[in-house]
């Protein structure tokens, strides 16, 4: 391990004797560094998704907002799962198949409790929707385009019992896998999806203009048409399930020490966002909108250097990742009757491990197949709700 990985694992959890192997789940601590208890801010997401023989994680440095420092412990309780020093890990069987509450507690060093949340992870059986034919959507920036992800999603729909799968979109990548496609571009927003139009644009790899966005009228004037995009540019098939991760780009440049500033950045992002779900929800009524939360970047400083030099700090990209995260939950959540869903990949995703050293934003292959596991995860619960219907 090097120092500077084994630097920010210190800052996560301190490594003694006692946490080398395993603790049992049903109350069991992690030792980790301070915050302000103030600024700690817990924050989960309403539900965490499992599959039997697909790992899950809740990261714990994921869900608080804390610099590194030394006095924080964190103590799970739930009846499933283990506890090891910077999460809460869980490698589901079939016979846990269920819901069941998870208590996250965070305290410092003299065991005063700051904080203290509470999620259910549902567990759904890995057979979920077998006989059923699914059409999936990706949409997304360079995360996306990277391909990483989508490809973890498709090796995992391949498994038995899985649904014969099919995946819409028009870019195919050299990264991409067989059969897989999506609507992922580097550096693209929610606005970029509605709006962007240059059909006279040079060829390039990331494209002029939207795949949503058609020229209509006299004289032709750019418009959002997620229904002529599924007609034209997906032989007139519908997606079961779309996904979207976006929020990166479109926040990026945002200040954490300007709040209210902030929170207006975001809500005009959120614009956007409801622009383009209305769309889908008006071209394919029947598809279910999952809303990916934005995920966490590299704990390491140095990362932010090698990209971006002293332009965007890390430790300011974390405060606005963290409120963009609780801005999500507030504006998305509790939309089920709008076929809008959250998808919970920010917590499922090792900030030390799931990252090169020399990149901010982009995991590695590790780091992006914990995201596919958190998609395929909502997706199958998504497939078992609608096998119990």
């Known amino acids: 391990m090097n120092r500077t990985t084994r630097h920010a694992l210190a800052a996560l959890a301190l490594l003694g004797a006692a946490l080398l192997t395993p603790l049992p789940a049903a109350e069991t601590d992690a030792a980790a560094e301070p915050a302000t208890p103030a600024a700690l801010r817990l924050t989960l997401p309403p539900t965490l998704y499992a599959v039997p023989g697909v790992e899950m994680n809740l990261y714990f440095a994921n869900a608080v907002l804390a610099p590194a420092t030394d006095e924080l412990s964190f103590a ?21 198949v269920g819901a069941y509450p998870l208590t996250l507690k965070v305290s410092d060093r003299s065991q005063q409790l700051l904080a203290q949340g509470t999620t259910q992870v549902r567990v759904v059986p890995a057979e979920a929707g077998r006989g059923r034919e699914i059409r999936l959507l990706i949409v997304g920036d360079s995360l996306t385009h ?3 992800y989508p490809n973890e999603i498709a090796r995992l729909l391949s498994l038995p019992g899985n649904p014969p799968w099919q995946m819409l979109g028009t870019h195919k990548p050299a990264s991409a896998a067989a059969n897989v496609a999506h609507e992922g571009y580097g550096g693209w927003t929610w606005r970029a ?8 644009g040079p060829p390039q790899s990331t494209p002029p203009s939207s795949p949503f966005v058609f020229a209509v009228g006299d004289p032709p ?23 979207f991760m976006l929020g990166i780009n479109d926040c990026f440049g945002l200040k954490a020490d300007d709040p209210v500033a902030l929170d207006a950045g975001i809500a005009k992002v959120f614009q956007e ?5 209305a769309a889908f929800r008006e071209a394919a009524p029947r598809a279910e909108l999952g809303v990916c939360l934005t995920t966490p970047a590299n704990i390491r400083d140095e ?5 971006y030099k002293t332009a965007y700090p890390r430790w300011n990209w974390r405060q606005v990742q963290h409120r ?7 504006h998305f959540g509790q939309r089920e009757a709008e076929n809008i869903f959250l998808v919970p990949t920010q917590l499922n995703l090792d900030i030390v491990g799931g990252y090169p050293d020399n990149n ?21 619960s998504r497939l078992a709700a609608r096998d119990a219907q």
């Open 76 to 96: 799970v309780a739930c009846e499933i799962g283990e506890t090891d020093a910077d999460r809460w890990k869980l490698n589901a069987t079939a016979q846990q």
């Open 146 to 148: 990277a391909s990483h």
């Open 193 to 200: 999806f509605n709006a962007r139009f240059n059909p006279n």
């Open 221 to 243: 004037a750019p418009t959002l048409d997620v229904a002529r995009y599924l007609a034209e540019r997906c032989g007139g098939r519908t997606p079961d399930y779309v996904t």
């Open 273 to 277: 966002a409801d622009k383009l779900l």
């Open 303 to 307: 990362a932010f250097v090698a990209n």
């Open 324 to 330: 963009l995260v609780e801005r999500q939950l507030e």
């Open 360 to 380: 901010a934003v982009h995991p590695n292959v590790n780091g992006y197949r914990q995201v596919g596991a958190s998609i395929y995860a909502w997706l199958k």
